[in-house]
């Protein structure tokens, strides 16, 4: 495959069609006229490859051929396997990481990695409390009786996996328990938080984070526009994820912002039964004095309180009682997926989400991540202020001609609502002079997404169909071989839209010209 070129002005973006995951590669002019190459993510889940030899040392190798070995910026939007764990890919026959002979420029990163920011700090605990809880879920359900593969216990595994990376979820519980092992006075959030980073997704991150001459560059959206190097006039907008933990957990699309009504039926009360330590760290729906802690039960601190539990919840040797019916370890116990989605979805609104304005025309590229409702909702008030004229949020989406679609394509990852609504929503973007240029990019694989263990609907049936009115038939879809023309789009019309396709991907580009 020949070098990825930058065009005379805008930009070329090659969406690759490793699987069920996200790896844009994007190709700028520099001023000197040599090509800025910028990586946003690179990953995608375990088997979803859409076609099984196209895999991701394939792509890297792909990516290593266009760039000429060299990457002027590699961007991350937030640690999920489908987004990163291509950073930790190994070579097959070497054995050592598929990235080691491309030279990386920097490392850009959101606000929540930065381990200097007492918030993002936060954030990561909460993490990692959650994480540990579903690793004990786990452990209680084995205990319980549920095999391997039970659907509880199937499910849930998958999920653990997606946040800690391929087959990482065993590793994380060796780990976990050689820690306490020889740090027995560490607190256990500390003991968790050494364990969780060893593992891949982590990895994938700190191999990064060494193959960098400084340190990375955390964008915020409070900031200034972000600079590419050595590109003039060029502008990276991060409009998320937002500095509010309210919006960081506002997770489901609320009435006309659904594409289709959705229910959140995640419980934490799974947390507060699988967390360390008693009622006062432990999240509970209620207040912490009416709670106890089961292990001070179990451990005899009150014999009336333990007496009162074995002879009425099966504690300890009574399951066979009359009461043992009362007991309900099995059933918090099968919530454990309810509250891996929930982290799942948690972590994809902390997703960096960047708009990249070109200098001529002004258009804009928006890469969403998997940002969900809360990082939508707090675009709507960004305001920067740019050679003395002010950038609005709603003025960069009213310009966007490139949308990489959120989360596949999944109905919390893209909002509903109109034009004049006074959130950011789908009808924002390309709602100008702009609007005829549209084009969407989605990262999916849908037969495998619909596949009976994990019915999900990537992309939405909804989403896709606005997006093909929206953007006249101009969506790439990486599981679809080919773009076709819709019926009603005159083959004029067509022949302007130009594209390239290949079995390891599709490449655009958008001209900083007038159309």
Same mark, same amino acid.
Request: a negative charge; proline letters at 5%; hydrophobic letters at 40%.
């Given at each position: 495959?020949?070098?990825?070129?930058?065009?005379?002005?805008?930009?070329?973006?090659?969406?690759?069609?490793?699987?069920?995951?996200?790896?844009?590669?994007?190709?700028?002019?520099?001023?000197?006229?040599?090509?800025?190459?910028?990586?946003?993510?690179?990953?995608?889940?375990?088997?979803?490859?859409?076609?099984?030899?196209?895999?991701?040392?394939?792509?890297?190798?792909?990516?290593?051929?266009?760039?000429?070995?060299?990457?002027?910026?590699?961007?991350?939007?937030?640690?999920?396997?489908?987004?990163?764990?291509?950073?930790?890919?190994?070579?097959?026959?070497?054995?050592?990481?598929?990235?080691?002979?491309?030279?990386?420029?920097?490392?850009?990163?959101?606000?929540?990695?930065?381990?200097?920011?007492?918030?993002?700090?936060?954030?990561?605990?909460?993490?990692?409390?959650?994480?540990?809880?579903?690793?004990?879920?786990?452990?209680?359900?084995?205990?319980?009786?549920?095999?391997?593969?039970?659907?509880?216990?199937?499910?849930?595994?998958?999920?653990?996996?997606?946040?800690?990376?391929?087959?990482?979820?065993?590793?994380?519980?060796?780990?976990?328990?050689?820690?306490?092992?020889?740090?027995?006075?560490?607190?256990?959030?500390?003991?968790?938080?050494?364990?969780?980073?060893?593992?891949?997704?982590?990895?994938?991150?700190?191999?990064?984070?060494?193959?960098?001459?400084?340190?990375?560059?955390?964008?915020?959206?409070?900031?200034?526009?972000?600079?590419?190097?050595?590109?003039?006039?060029?502008?990276?907008?991060?409009?998320?994820?937002?500095?509010?933990?309210?919006?960081?957990?506002?997770?489901?699309?609320?009435?006309?912002?659904?594409?289709?009504?959705?229910?959140?039926?995640?419980?934490?009360?799974?947390?507060?039964? /699988?967390?360390?330590?008693?009622?006062?760290?432990?999240?509970?729906?209620?207040?912490?004095?009416?709670?106890?802690?089961?292990?001070?039960?179990?451990?005899?601190?009150?014999?009336?309180?333990?007496?009162?539990?074995?002879?009425?919840?099966?504690?300890?040797?009574?399951?066979?009682?009359?009461?043992?019916?009362?007991?309900?370890?099995?059933?918090?116990?099968?919530?454990?997926?309810?509250?891996?989605?929930?982290?799942?979805?948690?972590?994809?609104?902390?997703?960096?989400?960047?708009?990249?304005?070109?200098?001529?025309?002004?258009?804009?590229?928006?890469? /969403?991540?998997?940002?969900?409702?809360?990082?939508?909702?707090?675009?709507?008030?960004?305001?920067?202020?740019?050679?003395?004229?002010?950038?609005?949020?709603?003025?960069?989406?009213?310009?966007?001609?490139?949308?990489?679609?959120?989360?596949?394509?999944?109905?919390?990852?893209?909002?509903?609502?109109?034009?004049?609504?006074?959130?950011?929503?789908?009808?924002?973007?390309?709602?100008?002079?702009?609007?005829?240029?549209?084009?969407?990019?989605?990262?999916?694989?849908?037969?495998?997404?619909?596949?009976?263990?994990?019915?999900?609907?990537?992309?939405?049936?909804?989403?896709?169909?606005?997006?093909?009115?929206?953007?006249?038939?101009?969506?790439?879809?990486?599981?679809?071989?080919?773009?076709?023309?819709?019926?009603?789009?005159?083959?004029?019309?067509?022949?302007?839209?130009?594209?390239?396709?290949?079995?390891?991907?599709?490449?655009?580009?958008?001209?900083?010209?007038?159309?």
């Amino acid at each position: 495959m020949p070098r990825m070129q930058a065009p005379e002005s805008g930009v070329t973006v090659r969406m690759y069609r490793q699987g069920h995951g996200d790896c844009f590669l994007l190709a700028m002019r520099k001023t000197d006229g040599s090509a800025c190459y910028v990586l946003i993510d690179c990953g995608l889940w375990t088997n979803s490859e859409i076609k099984p030899e196209q895999t991701i040392d394939k792509v890297i190798a792909d990516i290593a051929e266009a760039t000429g070995n060299r990457l002027d910026v590699v961007l991350v939007t937030h640690e999920h396997m489908d987004h990163v764990n291509g950073f930790a890919a190994k070579d097959p026959a070497t054995r050592k990481p598929c990235f080691d002979p491309i030279e990386i420029g920097a490392l850009w990163l959101a606000w929540t990695e930065d381990g200097e920011d007492p918030f993002a700090n936060s954030l990561r605990e909460r993490f990692h409390d959650t994480l540990l809880a579903l690793m004990g879920a786990d452990e209680r359900l084995e205990r319980a009786g549920f095999g391997v593969h039970s659907p509880n216990r199937t499910m849930l595994r998958d999920l653990l996996s997606f946040e800690t990376g391929e087959d990482a979820a065993d590793e994380l519980r060796e780990r976990l328990k050689e820690i306490r092992r020889r740090h027995p006075a560490l607190s256990a959030r500390r003991q968790g938080a050494l364990a969780i980073e060893g593992i891949t997704n982590k990895r994938a991150i700190k191999y990064l984070r060494g193959r960098i001459a400084g340190d990375p560059v955390f964008l915020r959206p409070d900031h200034d526009p972000y600079r590419l190097p050595g590109v003039e006039g060029v502008r990276v907008y991060a409009l998320g994820p937002p500095r509010d933990v309210e919006l960081l957990l506002s997770l489901e699309p609320q009435g006309e912002e659904e594409f289709r009504l959705s229910t959140d039926g995640a419980t934490l009360s799974l947390l507060a039964a /699988t967390l360390d330590g008693g009622p006062e760290n432990a999240s509970r729906s209620f207040d912490p004095r009416f709670g106890i802690s089961r292990k001070d039960v179990e451990r005899g601190h009150d014999a009336f309180l333990k007496a009162f539990f074995a002879d009425h919840y099966g504690v300890k040797g009574k399951r066979g009682s009359a009461e043992a019916w009362r007991q309900i370890d099995n059933d918090w116990l099968e919530s454990a997926e309810t509250l891996a989605l929930r982290l799942n979805d948690e972590v994809n609104n902390t997703s960096l989400v960047i708009a990249i304005e070109l200098p001529g025309t002004g258009k804009v590229l928006l890469f /969403t991540g998997d940002a969900q409702r809360g990082n939508w909702i707090s675009w709507a008030p960004l305001r920067w202020t740019i050679d003395g004229r002010l950038i609005t949020a709603r003025d960069l989406l009213s310009r966007t001609v490139l949308y990489k679609v959120g989360h596949h394509g999944s109905h919390n990852a893209t909002l509903d609502g109109s034009v004049g609504a006074d959130y950011a929503n789908l009808s924002w973007l390309a709602s100008n002079a702009v609007q005829d240029e549209f084009v969407a990019m989605i990262p999916a694989n849908t037969p495998w997404a619909a596949h009976k263990d994990r019915p999900w609907e990537h992309p939405l049936r909804f989403i896709e169909e606005r997006l093909m009115q929206k953007a006249r038939g101009r969506v790439f879809r990486s599981d679809v071989d080919h773009v076709a023309k819709p019926d009603d789009i005159s083959a004029d019309e067509w022949q302007k839209f130009k594209w390239i396709e290949t079995d390891l991907f599709f490449e655009y580009t958008v001209a900083d010209s007038p159309a």
